[in-house]
């Protein structure tokens, strides 16, 4: 493909615009993503790189000419699915010897992974940490002209600046993700992410406010923050609650989400702000991990099961209507039958939203992969258990808002039914309707007529 490319350059006519583009084209590129949203987001931004030495995205791995996969390494089943499909485009080099392989993000900055990475995968050619993607397009260019085959760069600097001049190539329709920090301090005991992310890193407030203004100004309706912990945004003495009032100010009509907050950090100030700020979503993803104090004591997590309620019932205190998320785990290391009713019985009491449930899997070089582990079969019985309470209680939850009329943000056609669409309440409910795809992007009132588990049915208004 490139090599084709280039003998076009040679032959085609520079002074044309239309065949510069095409000349401009180095080749295909597909990324893999793995994880959270911030890795979704920092796809964006390896998309935006690569955009940039003139490769543009292939539909699937298989015509590509450079494939980056975008590691996460967060539980151990991202990881054996990683490590699967870096294996499955070996095959690929044969058709295609010139194919540009790298793996990048998390994964690639634990201890001694990027050493194994590079003795089990000889085929891959580039190796990058958390810290310096921004190397990616050189080490792509050297590559392909064969200035170097192969580079392993993985910085283990643990406060490296932030680089803010990356481009980004957004792919997330009506919803734009925004940084606001990087890096987490916390050191849950369970938690690898310290040690791939580095320190709390905070981006200036001026600097995200611009950014979202040019968003909007772009015609995005939907701005979410993303940091590990964005209650500890912190910069210069300007706090969270500073930064989403200064969002809120913002004119027009737009929503804000942010995650992910954490109950140590989280305050009656952002609830205040939510409450007063049409503009900023009574959507909190709040993760509890577990409902017993000695649990939350073992994972270093810094609150008890009665500040956490206590929270919970201010929330829903000043925003009944607050659609409250989670994360849960089960089975941390020395988790007994009595911590795990713990856990269910603060789940009954909250009746969260929605939550992402988790089975425990320790992670080399946390503190908890010291400590003693339970076996699989406990943990697989426990998840269950949680799994089915809180569909359980998604599903009544989402009898509440029948007759209610929402207000959604369409993001989408529904591919599974022709002629509707889906959107979400400000609470984070995921709604489909009947309509057509000229809604997205649009603020439609919709009365909800049905619902079934967590999802929910309407009309428009
Ligand atoms: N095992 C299982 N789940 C984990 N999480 C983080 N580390 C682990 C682990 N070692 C979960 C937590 C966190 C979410 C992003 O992933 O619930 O909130
Ligand atoms: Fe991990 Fe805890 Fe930091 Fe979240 S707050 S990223 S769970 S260490």
Not at 148 to 153: D, F, L, T
Not at 164 to 179: C, K, L
Not at 385 to 408: F, G, H, M, P, R
Not at 427 to 442: N, P, Y
Request: proline content about 3%.
């Amino acid at each position: 493909m490139l090599q084709l490319l280039r003998y076009y350059e040679i032959l085609l006519d520079y002074s044309s615009l239309l065949f510069y583009n095409i000349l401009a084209m180095s080749g295909y590129y597909y990324i893999f993503t793995y994880g959270c949203q911030m890795n979704v987001h920092e796809s964006e931004k390896i998309a935006g790189l690569l955009r940039e030495i003139g490769y543009v995205q292939s539909s699937d791995c298989e015509t590509a000419d450079v494939i980056v996969f975008n590691t996460c390494c967060i539980r151990d089943t991202a990881e054996k699915k990683i490590l699967g499909n870096i294996g499955d485009v070996k095959h690929l080099k044969k058709n295609n010897p010139s194919l540009i392989v790298a793996v990048v993000g998390c994964m690639t900055q634990q201890k001694g992974i990027a050493e194994s990475l590079k003795n089990k995968f000889p085929f891959v050619n580039i190796i990058l940490g958390t810290h310096n993607i921004e190397e990616l397009p050189k080490l792509v260019s050297d590559i392909d002209n064969k200035i170097i085959k192969r580079q392993i760069s993985v910085s283990s600097e643990d406060n490296p600046e932030i680089c803010e001049t990356m481009p980004i190539y957004r792919t997330s329709g009506t919803n734009a993700w925004v940084n606001i920090m990087y890096g987490c301090n916390n050191f849950c005991t369970y938690c690898i992410v310290p040690y791939v992310r580095g320190r709390e890193r905070s981006r200036a407030p001026e600097t995200i406010l611009s950014e979202i203004k040019n968003l909007l100004a772009n015609g995005y309706k939907e701005i979410t923050l993303l940091g590990q912990n964005v209650d500890s945004y912190s910069y210069e003495g300007y706090d969270f609650a500073y930064l989403l009032e200064k969002i809120s100010e913002i004119g027009g009509k737009f929503r804000v989400r942010f995650m992910t907050s954490h109950p140590k950090d989280f305050n009656g100030k952002v609830i205040d702000i939510i409450k007063n700020s049409p503009n900023i979503c009574n959507n909190i993803h709040l993760p509890v991990q577990s409902g017993s104090n000695r649990i939350l004591g073992l994972m270093n997590r810094r609150y008890t099961r009665e500040r956490y309620l206590e929270i919970i019932d201010e929330i829903y205190d000043k925003i009944p209507s607050a659609g409250i998320t989670s994360d849960i785990m089960v089975g941390f290391p020395t988790e007994t039958d009595e911590d795990f009713q713990d856990t269910l019985s603060l789940t009954e009491r909250v009746r969260f939203s929605n939550a992402f449930t988790f089975v425990y899997s320790p992670r080399n070089g946390t503190v908890a992969a010291g400590m003693e582990q339970l076996p699989y079969s406990v943990k697989r019985e426990r998840i269950k258990t949680l799994v089915a309470l809180q569909n359980k209680i998604s599903a009544e939850k989402s009898l509440d808002y029948i007759d209610n009329i929402e207000e959604i943000l369409v993001e989408d056609v529904n591919p599974k039914k022709p002629g509707t669409v889906c959107g979400r309440t400000e609470s984070g409910r995921l709604v489909t309707f009947s309509g057509e795809k000229a809604l997205i992007g649009e603020f439609v009132n919709v009365k909800i007529t049905s619902a079934k588990s967590s999802a929910l049915w309407g009309v428009k208004e």
